[in-house]
C-alpha cells in the first residue's frame, strides 16, 4: 500500500494547484468585473463621437497596483480608439457579443506577459428606436497575474506543508495496522509449517480472522478429501498385501513341489496346481484393480456420458458364453422393446456387469439358469440379473457386498470382491443394488439370486456425477 500512496502524493499536489489557481482567480476577475463597469460608466456618445469622461485621478486608481501591471481600454463603435492603452489587443471574433452587456474574461498576452482580460460592451444609445441601427463602445481592462500566482502559492503552502507532516504519519499508521492485521496470517503460518507431514487434522477456524474463515473451510475440506484419499490407498495396499499372501504362497509351495518330484505325473499335477493357484491370484490381482478404479472414479474427475443400458449388458453376456458352455449352464438375455438410456461410464457399468454375471456363473451347479434382464420402469433404468443357485439368506444379503466376505460353507471359487465392485461403481452411478429371491426358481433348495440396480433417470444421474 506504500507504492500507491507515494503515487497518489504528486497527484494530489496537481490537483491542489489548479483546484488554487480556480480559487484565486475569482476575487481578482470580481476586481477587474468592478474596473469595467466603472469604466463603462463615464462613456457617451457627443455628436456621434464617443468620448471618455474619466478624470485623471479615476485613471490613477484603476492603474494603481503594488504588484501587478494594469492596462485599460476604450474604443468606440468603429473600433477607433478613445481612451487608454492603444496596444491591448481586441477580443476575439463574436457576432454576438456587442448585443451583450455582460462582462466577459479572457486569457491574453500584453508587451510580453501573460494577463486576464475582462471586458464588456457598452451601448451608446439605449434610448435608440427600433429602426436605428445600435452603436456600442468596447471597454477592456487587463492586469498581469502575479498577484493570483501569489495567491495560489500560498494556498499550495497552506495545503502542501502540513501534507509533510500527514504523510508520514499516514504511512506509520498503516504500517502498523496492516502488520497487527497480518499477525493472525503469520501465526496461522506457522501453525501449519509446524506440522507433521502426516498431519492432516482441521485447522481451527477460531483463531483466524473472520476475512479468511471461508479460505481455512476449504483448506480443512480439502484436507478431509486428502485424507480419505490416501485412507482409501493405505486399506487398498494393505487388503491387496493381506490377500495375496495366500496365492502366493500356494503357488511357491507347489513350485517346491514340483522341483523335488521325480515322477512326471506327479510333476504335471504339481504344475496344473500351480496354473489354478497363478489364476486365481490373476483374478484377484484384476479385481482389486477394479475396485481401485471404481473408489477413485470421482477424484480422477471420469466423465459421464449417454450409454444404452441394453446393447452394454447385452455385450457383457456375450463375454460369458463361452464360460457358460463350459459349465453348463444356461445363460440368456432379455433385450428390452426401446433403448434404455442411462448416464454414466462405460467401461465402470461393463465392469458392473461383468461381476454380477460371474457372480451368477460361480454358484450356479451345472444344469442351472442365468438371466440378465433390462427393461425401464417409469423414468428408471433397471438391471436384473437372477440365477438359479442356492441363494442367499436375508441376514447374509447386506453382508455380501462387503470386502473379501463369503459365505461360509460355500464351496464356490472367488475373492469376496465382485459384489464390493458392484457396490461402488453402483453407489458412484447413483444407482440402488437389492437381492432377493429368484421368483422364477423351482426347487426349494436352490431358490436362487435375483440381483436388482436401479438407476436413475439420466437428468438426475447428470446432476449426480457434476
Known amino acids: 500500500m506504500l507504492a500507491p500512496l507515494l503515487l497518489l502524493w504528486p497527484m494530489s499536489i496537481a490537483i491542489t494547484y489548479l483546484v488554487a489557481k480556480s480559487i484565486a482567480n475569482q476575487p481578482f ?18 455628436d456621434g463621437k464617443t468620448v471618455s469622461l474619466l478624470p485623471g485621478s479615476a485613471r490613477d486608481i484603476v492603474r494603481a497596483d503594488d504588484i501587478d501591471n494594469v492596462y485599460f481600454q476604450i474604443s ?6 478613445v481612451d487608454g492603452d492603444r496596444d491591448l489587443p481586441p477580443p476575439g471574433d463574436d457576432a454576438s457579443a456587442p448585443n451583450s452587456a455582460s462582462v ?3 486569457n491574453d498576452v500584453m508587451r510580453g506577459a501573460q494577463v486576464r482580460v475582462a471586458y464588456s460592451y457598452v451601448n451608446l444609445r439605449p434610448m435608440a428606436s427600433r429602426g436605428e441601427e445600435p452603436r456600442a463602445a468596447l471597454v477592456q481592462v487587463a492586469e498581469t497575474l502575479d498577484k493570483r500566482a501569489q495567491l495560489a502559492n500560498e494556498i499550495i503552502k497552506g495545503v502542501i506543508l502540513p501534507q509533510f507532516i500527514i504523510l508520514p504519519i499516514v504511512l506509520a499508521l498503516v504500517w502498523f495496522a ?6 493472525p496470517l503469520a501465526q496461522l503460518q506457522e501453525r501449519i509449517r509446524a506440522r507433521r507431514p502426516d498431519d492432516l487434522s482441521p485447522i481451527d477456524s477460531r483463531q483466524v480472522p473472520e476475512e479468511i474463515s471461508p479460505l481455512v473451510g ?7 478429501r486428502l485424507s480419505q484419499t490416501i485412507d482409501m490407498q493405505k486399506r487398498f495396499i494393505a487388503d491387496a498385501a493381506h490377500q495375496m499372501k495366500t496365492p502366493l504362497a500356494g503357488m511357491r509351495m507347489q513350485s517346491e513341489l514340483a522341483l523335488r518330484q521325480l515322477d512326471p505325473d506327479e510333476i504335471h499335477r504339481s504344475l496344473e496346481q500351480l496354473a489354478k493357484s497363478s489364476e486365481s491370484a490373476t483374478r484377484l490381482v484384476n479385481q482389486l484393480l477394479a475396485l481401485a478404479r471404481a473408489e477413485n ?3 480422477a474427475g471420469v466423465a459421464f456420458e449417454v450409454v444404452d443400458l441394453a446393447v452394454l449388458a447385452r455385450a457383457a453376456v456375450q463375454d460369458w458364453v463361452q464360460a457358460s458352455f463350459i459349465s453348463h449352464i444356461d445363460l440368456g438375455f432379455e433385450q428390452p422393446e426401446h433403448a434404455v438410456d442411462i448416464v454414466g461410464n462405460p467401461l465402470m457399468l461393463r465392469e458392473l456387469l461383468s461381476n454380477l454375471i460371474d457372480n451368477a456363473l460361480s454358484y450356479t451347479p451345472a ?14 433404468a433397471i438391471v436384473e440379473v ?3 443357485g442356492p441363494g442367499i439368506a436375508p441376514a447374509e444379503r447386506t453382508r455380501v457386498f462387503e470386502r473379501f466376505y463369503r459365505i461360509l460353507g460355500n464351496g464356490a471359487p472367488g475373492s469376496g470382491l465382485g459384489l464390493a465392485i458392484v457396490r461402488e461403481i453402483a453407489h458412484q452411478h447413483g444407482a440402488e443394488v437389492d437381492v432377493f429371491n429368484n421368483p422364477r426358481a423351482t426347487l426349494k433348495k436352490s431358490p436362487g439370486c435375483l440381483f436388482r440396480l436401479t438407476f436413475p433417470p439420466p437428468a438426475a444421474a447428470h446432476d449426480d456425477g457434476d
Open 178 to 183: 496492516l502488520a497487527r492485521g497480518l499477525s
Open 29 to 46: 476577475d470580481h476586481a477587474l468585473e468592478d474596473s469595467v463597469t466603472v469604466l463603462a460608466q463615464q462613456i457617451r456618445e457627443v
Open 386 to 388: 437372477e440365477d438359479t
Open 218 to 224: 476449504s483448506l480443512n475440506d480439502m484436507l478431509a
Open 367 to 380: 444344469g442351472g439358469s442365468v438371466t440378465v434382464r433390462v427393461r425401464r420402469q417409469g423414468d428408471q
Open 297 to 299: 472414479q470421482l477424484q
Open 104 to 106: 466577459r474574461f479572457r
Open 76 to 81: 468606440g463603435p468603429g473600433a477607433e480608439f
